[in-house]
Structure formats: C-alpha cells, structure tokens
C-alpha cells in the first residue's frame, strides 16, 4: 500500500517569525519555532533572509543617524530650540549575532510587516525542486518498469548508486568537474574562447578517467566544443553549457555525497573572494550551499575551512575579509582534488 505523502506545511507566520527574531517568544512557542527552523529549510531561507535585511536597514539607519548628529555637532543650538530628545531613540532589538533599531512606535508592527513583506517576495523567486523521480518514470512506458527491467537497469549503474560510496577516484573526478564547470560558466560569460577550449578538453579528461557511464555527457560537452571551434559565438552557447551542467549533477550527485556540487560552490567562492566581488559572498547563492554542505559529514580540514568561511560571512559581505576566505575555498580544493573525503560517508570499500 502506498504511503501517504504528509501535508505540506503551512506558511511560516509572519508575527511569529519577528516575535522569534526579537528574542519575545518562550516556552513552547519558541521550542515549535526552533524545530521548524531546524526541520524546514525554506522556513530556515526566510528567516536568514529577514535577518540579512534587517541587518542591511540596520546599517543604513546607523550610518543616517551618525551623519546626523555629525551634522548636529557641527551646528550652534539656537537658544529656546533645544528640546529632550531621549523619545526619539530607538528601541534596540536583538536577535542571533546583531543588535537592530526600531522606530520606538509601532515597533512590533514594523518587525512583523518587514517579515510579511520579505515572506511575500520570497514567495516569488524561492528556488522551486527538481521535477520528482515519480513523475519522471510516469512518462516511462509501463512495460519498461517491469521488476525484471528494474533490475537490470540499476545493476549496470554500478556501485555507485548502491550506496557503496564513491571511489577516491570518483570523489576527486566529480569535485573537479563541478570546478571546471563552473570555470567554463565564467569563460563563456567573459567570451573568452581560449580558455573555454581548455576547459572543455579538461572535462572531457575528467570524463574520460573518472565517471563510469560517461558518454552521454561527452557527447554533450564535445558539440559545445565543436560548434565552439566553428566559431559559434561562446554567448549562444550558454543555454548548451547551462543544460550540460544540469544533467551531469543530476547524474553525478548523491544527496550525501555533492561533489559536483560542492566543487562549483567552492570555485564560485573563490572566485568572488579574488575579485572582490562581495555582492555574491552577500547572496543566497553563497550562503544556502555552504548552510547545505555544513550538514553533511566533513573531513577535520574541510569542516575547519567552512567554519572560517561562515565565521567570515556572518559579519556581513562588507565586512568579511576576502583572504580568508579565497584562502579557505584553496584549501579545500587542494583536499578534495585529491580525493580525500571531503564530504559525505567514508566508502565501504
């Protein structure tokens, strides 16, 4: 008998959520708020989201009111204007790692607005899953899942997809490849054809030496590399390279084990780290991976390195320091390019 699917949860509530934020919820309310944040990574989402924003308005309101009274500093009183200005100081609320200002009326009203208003965006662009496995095979004709082609189907995947865990040969292959990948993003954004060449042929290496199965995705990889040598523009390559990606972590990647995956992160890192671009070490982008990847089982190295890097961007994107962290995502990759565990169970092996 089938299992039935629990009900999906309800929206986080918005009063809720703030009350939580200012440390104002006890007992039982606030147990029921720390499973959900623990238990629902989109709940989880939403409230680093509101946290970051709130921390931006935060600076934005200091910096407003340093200038401020720099300017009241610099301007003689006149007498009989001068007044008590202790009403309008802000309330400071605290929450995780930061202190706020809120206008010192409507307070809780604004907390919870400022949640409802970055719910209700969030809404819109949160990352939607993969298409489900169930609804895949739902399009497969039925005499192909017979018990007898099951079977046969998933003996010839290997050891890989039996749970036996991956190789050092295979740890090192597909976190390289999640680097290069990445690397033939980047060259194709910069149109730079020289060394999307180079990464194409080092990915076809990869392929080659360390994936079992793998002349699907070289067949993929070799048409973007020989509609690149006939001088197709890199640009409306994009879409092929985008799509190749996809369809080589979906085949690559086990839930506990993103080499891939943890490989494109990491060399995303760095490179943000190198070129200063602090925009993306602020971004969810940068942030959900390395909340993912702090999950899992870490190698000692890896876990110090990720811990540096959160230590890092929990100071904000402005603040952190870039050599840290270029420093770090280096580290890593010298680790797990040599296919050490990184990340993910030890093989059974």
């Known amino acids: 008998m089938p299992k039935a699917e629990a009900p999906a949860r309800p929206p986080i509530d918005p009063e809720e959520l703030a009350a939580f934020i200012d440390g104002r919820l006890d007992g039982e309310r606030r147990r029921l708020m720390i499973e959900r944040l623990a238990e629902d990574e989109e709940a989880y989402d939403l409230y680093d989201e509101v946290v970051r924003v709130r921390a931006e308005q935060a600076d934005s309101e200091g910096a407003e009111t340093a200038e401020a009274e720099a300017r009241a500093e610099a301007t003689p009183e006149r007498s009989g204007t001068g007044r008590d200005r202790s009403g309008d100081s802000a309330r400071v609320v605290r929450f995780p790692g930061r202190a706020l200002g809120w206008p010192g009326l409507g307070w809780v009203a604004a907390a919870a607005a400022l949640v409802a208003a970055v719910l209700a965006g969030w809404l819109l662009i949160r990352p939607r899953g993969p298409v489900p496995s169930t609804e895949l095979l739902a399009r497969y004709d039925p005499e192909n899942l017979g018990p007898g082609a099951a079977a046969a189907a998933l003996e010839v995947l290997g050891p890989t997809l039996r749970g ?18 990445f690397d033939l993003a980047l060259a194709a954004e910069a149109e730079d054809r020289e060394r999307a060449q180079k990464w194409l042929q080092e990915i076809d290496r990869l392929l080659s030496e360390g994936v079992d199965f793998a002349f699907v995705h070289q067949d993929a990889y070799r048409e973007i590399d020989r509609r690149l040598a006939e001088a197709t523009s890199l640009s409306s390559l994009r879409p092929e390279i985008a799509a190749a990606e996809v369809e080589l972590e979906d085949d690559l990647d086990l839930p506990d084990e993103p080499y891939l995956a943890f490989g494109r992160w990491v ?23 390395l909340r993912r990847f702090m999950r899992l089982e870490l190698s000692p190295p890896v876990a110090r390195k990720l811990t540096a890097v959160s230590t890092e961007l929990d100071r904000g994107a402005e603040a952190a320091k870039l050599p840290t962290i270029q420093e770090a995502m280096l580290a890593i990759i010298s680790e797990c390019a040599r296919g050490s565990v990184c990340l993910g169970p030890v093989d059974a092996s």
């Open 267 to 289: 060399e995303a890192m760095r490179v943000a780290a190198a070129t200063g671009d602090r925009r993306f070490l602020g971004s969810r982008e940068a942030r959900r991976p």
């Open 164 to 181: 036996e865990g991956l190789t050092p040969e295979e740890r090192a292959a597909y976190f390289q490849l999640g680097v290069r990948a």
